[in-house]
């Protein structure tokens, strides 16, 4: 059979035209189907041996494909974990290693190594997690379609905005194929139902009423077996490669983690596996032997007989199918999600019945005796950790990417995207990871309680409960009262809800643990502006440009600010050094001739405003200042003559 495809495959790559593929090329090349289930604890699924389920779908799978008992994700983040999918590398090989974090361009994607094989290439995502245009920038990379959520969305639910309903997303996926019928297809689908909040509709809501993580997870097996019905209906299940696998666990609770991201435990590092091979070739057949998701794209790549890139951290995984081999392989883990919240980043390796985890304080555990990792055996002297500290440590030493990530460029509106998943970004702990060893840092095992709460307190303030929000945030100031996320988030419900001096009260704290992040100093001076207290804003907004002297906003605001406290000349500084930081925006220039203006200074705010006033300026605001200088300086013709314009342009902005 692999002869079989590698002759036909060199026999396509010769004749593979762009154009309408005529009918054959579907039987000589298999369609690929990878479905990828988000936070689906390999030990919650029928088939892996959980009968308070039914999966029939991944059951059915199983049994006409091979299931690999014992696989595991690098990373138990989404965004990390698929792009290992995708790539076949660990996270510190591909370096996205945080939401944002743009996948860079020398690392081809499995997409793209196929749509250069002539393969139609379509991706189906059920989460703006992974939006391309946002947080996972470079994903889309060979995909001739990406399914990214619209830029712009006026409703509030956040079905359509942030997430898709696993049936959605699988009719989304039939609509392309039923308008792309012909041609092999490379088309992966990613269903997110079964991550938090755990909502499955009904019927599933009703049947795993006290389980609600299970329903999600009946419910997303239920869409995969709508779409493997659709493929049987249109005839390309058979011919097929389907491989399905779950891109991290959920902790429900072990080791004290609700969700996922912080921990390498196996709660959140095992996932179910499953390769159908055309013609149910090697059905029903279960390899238990320790297997990664990096092992996906060599053995995509090997079934196909296309060339495997070099250098990738995974293996194709055809000699378990026939079971030619057994050796279980090194696994590798990884999470730099606890530096979101100033916490060490944890390193592990799996190998020969151990686990370990390098962290401030580092684990061991026998995983043979003690499956659930509940015992820890770290000695610094013993043999088993010296032995795997040293894996861990090559490897970090070959890792490309060490400490010279790319920072992830995202924009406001993205990490409220973010917040309203439940998740962290950069921005949120921007000075806590200034620190020059991660080592330092508190270990996250002493503080997944905090993260816990913060958590419940992100899902609550997106459900628009803010009391809910602010008890949670209280707990966790009640572990760590210089909590400066807890006390941020406090400061954002207390000026959302109109209580500016509350709000003031929590961002002081903040801004007094963290002294050295501008960011802070400036949500805090907005407090106190909007509180009244303008010569309280004056200080925090000052304090933040001494750190970042080049914050636009923040000179437009301080510069209103002082006009507030009747500070004319200072406030004329402020938009000076803002038109310098943006010669272009006329917001800028408009306040600054505002300040001469009022300084009486109108031979140069006439300079500033005929500079501005082209004759392509469509902003009757310019035309009425210059009217009103105009006419202090006793110009009435001029300024008659910006008055009309003003006119005009006003006019012509209203409707029609
Ligand atoms: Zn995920």
């Known amino acids: ?32 189907f990878l479905i990828t289930i988000d936070t689906l604890r390999a030990d919650h699924v029928h088939c892996y041996g959980y009968d308070r389920i039914r999966t029939p779908a991944l059951d059915l799978l199983a049994e006409q494909g091979i299931r690999f008992t014992q696989a595991f994700t690098p ?36 997409a793209e190594l196929l749509k250069k094989g002539g393969y139609r290439t379509a991706a189906f995502i059920g989460a703006v997690i992974l939006d391309s245009k946002s947080l996972a920038p470079g994903l889309d990379r060979g995909f001739e379609y990406y399914d990214n959520f619209p830029e712009i969305t006026t409703t509030k639910s956040r079905w359509g905005r942030l997430e898709r309903r696993g049936m959605e997303v699988e009719q989304r996926a039939e609509s392309w194929l039923n308008a792309h019928p012909a041609g092999a297809h490379f088309v992966w689908v990613h269903f997110y139902d079964p991550h938090d909040p755990y909502e499955p509709p009904p019927p599933y809501s009703e049947i795993y009423k006290d389980r609600p993580y299970d329903g999600e997870i009946a419910y997303a097996d239920s869409a995969l077996g709508h779409f493997l019905a ?40 095992h996932v179910p596996l499953i390769v159908k091979l055309p013609e149910e070739r090697d059905a029903g057949r279960t390899a238990d032997a320790q297997v990664r998701t990096t092992d ?73 005796a003690d499956p659930g990792e509940s015992l820890n055996h770290y000695e610094p002297w013993d043999g088993t950790v010296q032995s795997l500290r040293r894996a861990l440590a090559e490897l970090s030493a070959k890792s490309p990417t ?14 409220d995207e973010l917040h309203a998943l439940g998740y962290l970004g950069a921005a949120d702990a921007r000075s ?46 009640q572990l760590d009262e210089s909590s400066a996320i ?100 006329s917001e800028a220039q408009i306040k600054l001739a505002k300040a001469l203006i009022h300084q009486k200074k109108f031979a140069e705010a006439v ?27 006793g110009r009435g013709q001029d300024a008659q003559r910006a008055q009309l314009r003003a006119k005009s342009l006003q006019n012509s902005k209203r409707p029609q």
């Open 1 to 32: 059979m692999r002869i079989f495809f590698v002759l036909l495959w060199c026999h396509l790559a010769v004749s593979a035209s762009p154009a309408r593929e005529a009918e054959p090329d579907k039987v000589s090349r298999p369609d690929v």
């Open 75 to 110: 990373s138990p983040v989404t965004n990390s974990s698929h792009t290992s999918i995708m790539t076949g590398l660990l996270p510190s090989s591909h370096g996205v290693s945080d939401f944002g974090v743009p996948l860079a361009p020398r690392y081809p994607t499995l």
């Open 230 to 269: 659709y493929l049987k209906k249109q005839g390309w299940y058979e011919g097929s490669v389907i491989v399905v696998v779950g891109d991290h666990g959920e902790g429900l609770g072990e080791h004290h983690e609700d969700t996922h991201g912080i921990f390498l435990y196996d709660s959140t590092t």
């Open 402 to 415: 060490t400490g010279k990530t790319l920072p992830a460029a995202v924009s406001a509106s993205t990490i």
């Open 607 to 633: 300079a500033l405003l005929e500079a501005v006033a082209e004759p392509s300026s469509r902003n009757p605001e310019i035309f009425e200042l210059l009217a009103q200088v105009y006419a202090s300086l």
């Open 296 to 368: 996906i794209v060599p053995t995509i790549l090997g079934l196909l007989g296309v060339a495997v890139p070099a250098s990738l951290d995974g293996d194709s995984l055809e000699p378990f199918f026939t079971g030619l081999e057994a050796a279980p392989r090194t696994v590798f883990g990884e999470t730099e999600y606890p530096l979101q919240f100033g916490w060490a980043p944890l390193r592990s390796i799996r190998k020969e019945g151990f686990k370990f985890i390098e962290a401030p304080k580092p684990e061991l555990y026998d995983l043979r």
């Open 432 to 477: 806590a990871t200034d620190v020059p060893q991660s080592s330092l840092l508190p270990d996250p095992k002493d503080k997944i309680g905090e993260q816990n709460l913060l958590h419940i307190a992100m899902r609550a303030s997106e459900n628009g409960e803010p009391d809910k929000a602010r008890v949670a945030l209280e707990k966790v100031l």
């Open 486 to 585: 807890a006390l941020r988030q406090l400061g954002r419900i207390e000026m959302a809800s109109g209580s500016y001096a509350n709000a003031a009260g929590y961002l002081q704290r903040a801004h007094d643990a963290n002294p050295g992040d501008a960011t802070v100093a400036i949500e805090y001076g907005r407090a106190l502006e909007s509180s009244g207290d303008l010569s309280g804003a004056r200080d925090a907004l000052l304090a933040s440009l001494k750190l970042n002297p080049d914050q636009f906003e923040v000179r437009l605001q301080l510069g209103r600010v002082y006009l507030g406290l009747n500070d004319t000349i200072a406030a004329e500084d402020q938009f000076a050094a803002a038109v310098l930081l943006q010669p272009g925006s």
